[in-house]
């Protein structure tokens, strides 16, 4: 198990030749040469990694080095290894490793950092650099190990990068050889067999035993191992029969367990507890199942079961980011950073979508987004390096093709940047102040300051420095505009889109579970197809809460055991009858479908259409842009094609059927290619049926009838994750592969010539309107109202990020389960106050838009001639600022998208015709140091 596998200098395509020797015929009368073949198909249509041909020896060498982690993984934190006794194992000083850890990891990346360890150039310096960062990676694993039981999503976060550090190490260690570009690929096999084989082992090991299955007695019963009822020591609000689980005192506003003094501590009191005097757990005659709600915040019980299907997921993710790295060149860069851009937003959207899941579904695929992301940023730095500054990284020709096509979203990355990462950036600020005080002592491992230059009286270091100025050159109108936007966009996807969304669905759940089957079809109908039609409301919750609702009236198991009317009447339902719910699943998901084509009819027919006649609509979704065209060229082939399918049933639902009409593309064609969402409704709605299922019980011992139901309802949830995101991932590849192989044919379409007037004759007032609003011209109180609305949203974003924002709420609780049975109590105070914030942040940007309105009104009224390019350029360049958004394209910011809106050759000539804007931007580094070039690196790179 050496680099001798592989040759210094071996290139994949001499490995290709070699695999290529020693296969067999792909006939069809030859099952192997079947099995090739479908493999390539389904590698070409984007649904598998492309997987570069190594020989069998390298390839089995490498999938023993990267089932490491998985086994180790699954070994120390799942149930199918030592997961449950190694985490109960080690509560001894838990929380005083865990502060000791993390102190260690803050002492010790301070001290580096403020002694300048990235200049340190000694062999002794660098091995004592080396040991440190080692240590600190030692301590953050002990700590997110140590805290594994209240915040256990950290560990999907370990493994995702431990991954990729470990496979990164066995290259250096084995194979040091090969090209970096070379091995990368190579990984994206063995991956991809790890990942299925991870997530075979733990399919069978649920199979194996009921006690294997997720429910509530396995729930409950990993609770009590964990001790996790030790935390139960205030409740903010209680079903009304939990009572019947636990004696309960009011206290104030607050419901808290009646506690009673012992000689050793404060307890609890329950009326019933899981027996562990048995093998298994179960409920006592006083202690029916719905009990073990008490327990569904033990987020550590989900995870040590469902954590083999996670690390199946992760490893499944790093498969096709490595098999989007052309071996060949490091020109693919650029494709990778729009096909993992495209993808990681989408997340987001997934995220959504499943937030009202419960069973710990949305926290888990959160942390695997945010593990995915700090995945892809490792390795790219390993695969194209990482330039020291500025200069080199604007030197990199990936940088430069990155600039070309992605240039237009500089501003939306600002943006964003200011969004999240403003208190990131002020604790830099302070940090490089104190470095800067050490340097100024000149200790001997502090960088030296070069007084030629000045630096010995700054406050704070060279780079930071440059980075604030350059900060000022931006253009800030809107830069603040997007960062208000974006965050706004957080705020209607996390809180309105999706926890009143579920809220509503929940509450007409309730209120139709007497209702006649018809009448209930109907409402869902009527129903969903209103919440299609409105942009935040992503289509999973519709089909989850479908699948929760019909089967109960269609059935009637169950139906009329509510609260009303006592258990006298559940035990006149025999729960036992069951016949009707195959039918009733189909039932389900036949008229979720139909919602589904009718709302896409009425978002393309009745939205999309009418739009398309309005030419500054076009003009915002960039029909005449190289992504809309690719998009266009796919979406309008006949029949159904993977690319087809997968935009139309990956995207989000409003804006995909929008854009369709937009663009006319003939409906029953887009009908046709959204058939195969089926197959993301199908596992939905069987979610929420099994859910259902879950909580049906009978009603002589008060036991599930179904207690299998919650293993198979959690994994048809997450499998519809699945296919939403690889859905999304399908997507990226084809639009890409269209725009590198298809060029002749979006050559031939032609460029919407009603835009492309449109563009010519707004470029004056779009041009004055980017002059009117660069920050040296806006007056005082206008920049303090954009400040403030800024402000406003980053106190909105971020209440949601660290704080309860709101209550726990899936689709099978009911509104009168929230604090007073109110439905506005759903959000905690802090959730109201970020939606508060949130309205305020709407409304400083509104005023601060039209009076930028009616400047521009007023500069064209007054007569005076109307600015070209050269002239904002001229004025930007001797005001100091950047002045690369400007173009004779500049996009006027009421479309809130900037992009390009002709194709490449028109572009670049528009560019030379206006005075080279873009070319001169860079040969003046106008964007050194700007958000996403600059050198923000911590850790001494000042």
């Known amino acids: 198990m050496s680099s001798e596998d592989v040759q210094e200098g071996q290139s994949v395509e001499e490995l290709k030749s070699t695999g290529d020797s020693t296969s067999t015929s792909a006939s069809p009368k030859n099952l192997k040469g079947r099995v090739k073949g479908a493999k390539q198909a389904l590698e070409s249509a984007g649904v598998l990694p492309k997987i570069h041909p190594v020989p069998w020896t390298t390839f089995v060498v490498l999938l023993i080095f990267v089932s490491v982690p998985p086994v180790g993984f699954t070994y120390f934190f799942s149930s199918i290894g030592q997961g449950e006794e190694y985490i109960s194992g080690h509560d001894e000083g838990r929380e005083e490793r865990a502060q000791l850890c993390l102190m260690g990891v803050m002492g010790s990346m301070l001290a580096l950092y403020l002694m300048d360890f ?156 899981p027996n562990s005097l048995t093998n298994g757990t179960y409920f006592s005659d006083n202690c029916p199942s719905f009990c073990a709600a008490m327990y569904d915040d033990c987020m550590i019980s989900f995870m040590v079961w469902a954590s083999p299907f996670i690390v199946s997921l992760v490893m499944l993710f790093i498969s096709f980011m490595c098999a989007f790295l052309n071996p060949q060149s490091s020109g693919n860069a650029p494709s990778t950073f729009g096909k993992v851009f495209l993808m990681l937003l989408f997340g987001l959207w997934c995220t959504a979508s499943l937030s009202g899941a419960g069973t710990g579904i949305t926290a888990s695929f959160t942390f695997f987004l945010f593990g995915a992301m700090l995945s892809v940023v490792l390795i790219m730095c390993s ?27 500089a501003d939306f990355m600002k943006g964003m940047l200011v969004s999240f990462a403003t208190p990131m950036v002020t604790a830099y600020l302070a940090l490089s102040f104190l470095n800067q005080l050490i340097r100024k002592c000149g200790l001997p491992f502090s960088q030296k300051l070069d007084k030629s230059k000045g630096e010995h009286k700054l406050w704070i270091t060279r780079n930071a420095k440059a980075q604030i100025i350059e900060f000022k050159r931006w253009d800030h109108a809107k830069v603040y505009t997007w960062a208000i936007m974006i965050g706004a966009a957080y705020i209607l996807m996390n809180i309105i889109g999706a926890k009143f969304t579920v809220l509503f669905l929940s509450w007409m759940k309730k209120e139709c579970q007497e209702m006649q089957f018809g009448v209930v079809t109907a409402i869902i109908v009527g129903v969903g197809m209103t919440l299609f039609l409105l942009p935040p409301v992503p289509g999973v919750p519709i089909y989850l809460t479908g699948g929760l609702m019909i089967p109960v009236v269609a059935t009637g198991i169950g139906r009329k055991c509510s609260e009303e009317d006592g258990l006298q009447k559940c035990r006149d339902d025999d729960p036992s009858l069951g016949g009707g719910i195959p039918a009733a699943v189909a039932y389900t998901c036949i008229i979720s479908l139909v919602i589904k084509l009718c709302a896409c009819t009425l978002q393309q027919k009745g939205i999309g259409e009418p739009l398309s006649h309005k030419v500054w609509i076009r003009q915002l979704v960039g029909v005449n842009s190289d992504t809309i065209r690719t998009m266009k060229l796919i979406l309008r082939q006949e029949g159904l094609t993977v690319a087809k399918v997968a935009i139309l049933v990956g995207g989000p639902d409003w804006p995909t059927s929008v854009f369709c009409g937009i663009m006319n593309l003939p409906l029953h064609q887009i009908l046709l290619g959204t058939l195969p969402v089926f197959f993301l409704i199908v596992p939905t709605v069987l979610s929420g049926t099994f859910l259902w299922m879950s909580l049906v019980e009978d009603p002589e011992t008060q036991q599930p009838v179904y207690p299998w139901a919650v293993t198979v309802s959690t994994i048809f949830l997450l499998g519809s994750g699945m296919v939403q995101t690889g859905s999304m991932v399908v997507a990226a590849f084809h639009l890409e592969k269209a725009v590198q192989t298809r060029g002749d044919e979006l050559d031939a379409i032609p460029i919407d010539q009603e835009v492309f007037d449109a563009d010519k004759r707004n470029e004056s007032r779009n041009l004055l309107y980017i002059q009117l609003t660069q920050w040296h011209r806006v007056p005082y109180v206008w920049k303090k109202l954009l400040h403030l609305g800024v402000f406003f949203q980053l106190v909105s974003v971020y209440i949601t990020l660290l704080r309860n924002f709101s209550e726990p709420y899936a689709l099978t609780n009911k509104p009168d389960d929230l604090p007073g049975g109110k439905w506005y109590n759903l959000l905690t105070f802090d959730g109201w106050v970020s939606l508060a914030c949130f309205a305020a942040s709407l409304l400083c940007w509104f005023i601060f838009r039209s009076w930028a309105f009616r400047q521009v009104d007023a500069y064209e009224k007054s007569g005076k001639p109307m600015p070209t390019s050269t002239d904002v350029e001229t004025e930007l360049i001797e005001a100091g600022l950047s002045i690369s958004n400007i173009s004779s394209k500049a996009v006027a910011p009421e479309e809130l998208i900037a992009k390009p809106n002709l194709d490449a050759e028109e572009a670049a000539a528009d560019m030379k015709e206006g005075g080279g804007a873009e070319g001169e931007g860079e040969g003046t580094n106008a964007e050194v140091g700007s958000g996403e070039n600059s050198n923000t690196s911590g850790g001494g790179g000042d």
């Open 383 to 409: 695969t194209f390096g990482v330039p020291s500054n500025a200069e080199e990284l604007n030197k990199l020709e990936a940088f430069q093709t990155i600039k070309r096509r992605y240039g237009w979203m």
């Open 118 to 273: 990235s200049f340190w150039k000694s062999p002794f310096a660098k091995g004592v650099r080396a040991f440190v960062l080692f240590a600190v990676a030692v301590m953050t694993a002990i700590f997110i190990i140590s805290v594994a039981k209240t915040m256990p999503h950290l560990l999907i976060l370990l493994f995702s990068l431990g991954t990729v550090v470990w496979f990164i190490a066995m290259k250096h260690v084995f194979y040091y050889k090969v090209v970096f570009r070379d091995y990368v690929s190579w990984i994206a096999g063995p991956m991809l067999a790890a990942s299925v084989i991870t997530l075979f082992v733990w399919i069978y090991w649920v199979s194996l035993s009921e006690e294997n299955k997720w429910d509530d007695i396995t729930k409950v019963k990993y609770a009590k191992k964990f001790d996790w009822d030790e935390t139960l020591t205030e409740v903010s609000y209680v079903d009304k029969q939990l009572q019947m689980c636990m004696n309960y005192t009011v206290q104030g506003n607050v419901t808290v367990p009646t506690v009673r003094a012992t000689a050793d501590a404060v307890e609890y009191i329950p009326t019933c507890m």
